[in-house]
């Protein structure tokens, strides 16, 4: 009895995991607005990336402006393998990064321990 109990329990926990991790982020698109022969999006960081893929036009200078909103150190930095970016974000602040177009293709990016994730789309 006990084992099944047990059972139970880890499988629930299993299922709540797998929906914290999986389920409860939303996954929307959002195109980034033209402003002065550029094109900006924001994003806002709290608990995640907000949203969380961003579509930018190719060959149109852009920029991504990340707004910290999240105390906690995780996500203090933001990385961009594919463009060599690893910026800082600083707390209550918003933060713009350019990001080069030349290339259309969806280029990811995460926070410093690789935990949180998104993704930027050219196109
Ligand atoms: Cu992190």
Redesign the pocket.
Known sequence: MIKIITVIIAVLLIGFIAWWFFGKREQKEVDATMNDNMQKVTVTVDGGYSPNTVVLKKDVPAEVIFDRKDPSN??EKVVFEDFGINQFLPEKQKTAIKIDTSKAGEYNYA??????HGKVIVK
């Open positions: 995780c996500l926070c410093g321990m690789n935990m949180f």
